[in-house]
């Protein structure tokens, strides 16, 4: 760690783990929901798991981003960050807005949560992964406005390099889109043609930049591969993640009230998105080969190079998948959807949280620039465990799809809905079942923190 | 990568393509939003309507059902509802004013919300609204 004020990044990556964790108890929930209807029904009803396991998914991620921002930019600038208090303090005001929401959640019918924070007032509750409460919406711009003059003050003042213009960029980006969460119209198309404003333009837009250049910063960190030959890279991937991504937007319209020439527009560009993640894993490929040292940090070099893999599968592959209006005509709002989303989450920004992580952590704590080897073999434990098992996660839920699709959809005598769910809840238990072994790896990951090395050492 | 897409290349690519499909794409919501009137069905938006999607909005049916395809998949699509159900606002009042409060063994199934007889024709007519945009005949059947 070269200088001080990059300490402000641990309890952030402390409190991502900690979300991360919670996140996935209710993934197991709902998933137990999905096979037996009434489990804890009518205590934890499957919409409010649902809201608690995206939410928290959300904001760990936000988490991890603004810990690997405050972690990287002093280091890329050259100076100290412009006020490590105001990160402490935003860090808190986060944590507990956060938890005090996902608590609303579980403690409060959602229709009371909505009645005591205003909504009437100013309604902007209850649309998909934009369930918090008005105030809550308000407190996250806050923070995030006081992150951006923190790192925007650091950035301006010190060194400007590719990696910390285009992080901010995304990060930018990220709070800028997140203001169309305060626009909810009567009208049931406008809501939806902008709530995509906040969600695909920050999963397929900006968050790819913020993706790009931490990815960028740690390889670059790991292998001592010429900076100018990564920041090309950079340039070329999030140059084609914005020219197919923008107007990608369009494969959300085909369904709900657009003009039909989206449908021609959504295709071409959304086929073209996988571009960006398959440069993306050329681009992680090549440069570890090309790595001019043997940095002692390999679980750090496996997660960059897992990122690239599962990104590129997740995003690209699943997402393609899907895409194309005649082909999403069939698929849309079915268990496909759900096998993507959760491959690509997981692939792209999960992955590139684990990947800072499992590079400032040690050094965060310490150590000259690794953990023990045997700390990193139990991470990397966590590492398989993890991304071996959303494999067949996602492998499961396609299948469901495939079949929802047929039996719902496709077939000379439709069936409803919930007939359908009982004749491929097969699908259902072995999704279950793999989720189990996910949370194994969760926690394999999280043990790999306290291993304690020969000389017994904590890790 | 040859010499040809330098550095300087690269970056004025990602600053020229973003910026030229930005403004593309700002041009084609514009378009969009003025051709909305033909499709999103706003004749139909009462005060009541409105009022049903708040209610819509503050049950978070969004975290059990989809809405034209978009929301959570363990409930039945509800953008075409009304007409699954004859299209009738009564039938989908029925359904919802019916859930047992304490669940259904084994089963998934529907919280009781206690809605009063306002609400619940609020909400069907919200659904009644929401099944008139043009969707370019999506769903593929009455199944949603």
Known sequence: MQYQSQSVAKPYFIAAIGLFIGQILFGLVMGLQYVLGDFLFPTIPFNVARMVHTNLLIVWLLFGFMGAAYYLIPEEAERELESPMLAKLMFWIFLVAGSLTVLGYLLLPYAGLAKITG?????????????????????????????????????????????????????????????????????????????????????????????????????????????????????????????????????????????????????????????????????????????????????????????????????????????????????HGTQITAAHGHMSFYGAYVMIVLTIISYAMPLLRGRAAANSNKAQVVEMWGFWLMTVSMVFLTLFLTAAGILQIYLQRASDTPLPFIVVQEKIELFYWLREAVGVVFFIGLMVYVWSFFVKDEEGKSA | MSEVLNKT????????????????????????????????????????????????????????????????????????????????????????????????????????????????????????????????????????
């Not at chain 2, 290349?9 to 033909?38: K, M, Q």
């Open chain 1, 119 to 331: 909504n009437a007032l100013f309604p902007t509750m209850g649309r998909e992964f934009l369930e918090q409460p008005t105030i809550t919406k308000v407190g996250i711009v806050v923070v995030a406005l006081a992150f951006l003059y923190n790192i925007g003050l650091t950035i301006l003042k010190g060194r400007k390099t590719v990696v910390n213009i285009v992080l901010i960029t995304g990060l930018i980006g990220l709070a800028l889109m997140f203001l169309f969460s305060f626009y909810n119209p009567d009208n049931v198309v406008k809501d939806k043609f902008y709530w995509w404003w906040v969600v695909h333009l920050w999963v397929e837009g900006v968050w790819e930049l913020i993706l790009g250049s931490i990815l960028a910063y740690v390889l670059i960190k790991t292998t001592g591969v010429d900076r100018e030959v990564i920041e090309k890279w950079l340039y070329i991937i999030i140059a084609m993640t914005l020219i197919t991504g923008i107007i990608g937007t369009g494969h959300h319209y085909y369904w709900i009230g657009t003009p039909d020439y989206w449908q021609w527009f959504g295709s071409v560009f959304s086929a073209l998105e996988p571009i960006p993640f398959f440069i993306m894993v050329v681009f992680a490929f090549s440069v570890v080969n090309k790595r001019r040292r043997e940095h002692p940090n390999k679980a750090a070099v496996l997660w960059a190079l897992g990122t690239g893999v599962m990104a590129f599968l997740g995003a690209g592959v699943w997402g393609f998948l899907h895409t194309l209006a005649p082909v999403n005509y069939y698929t």
């Open chain 2, 9 to 144: 290349v690269a970056r004025n690519i990602y600053y020229g393509g973003s910026l030229f499909f930005l403004l593309l794409f700002l041009g084609l919501t514009f378009h969009t939003n003025a051709n909305f009137p033909e499709r999103d069905n706003r004749g139909a938006i009462t005060e009541q309507v409105a009022q049903g999607k708040r209610l819509w909005e503050e049950n978070n049916c969004i975290g059990c059902h989809t809405l034209l395809g978009e929301g959570a998949y363990f409930a039945p699509e509800l953008g075409n509802v009304y007409k699954r159900f004859g299209n009738s606002t009564e039938a989908v009042k029925a359904f919802i004013k019916s859930r047992p409060a304490q669940g259904i063994p084994n089963r998934r199934s529907m919280p009781q919300f206690n809605f009063s007889d306002d609400e619940l024709e609020a909400l069907a007519q919200f659904l009644k609204y929401v099944s008139e945009i043009k969707t370019a005949n999506w769903p593929p059947n009455i199944q949603g």
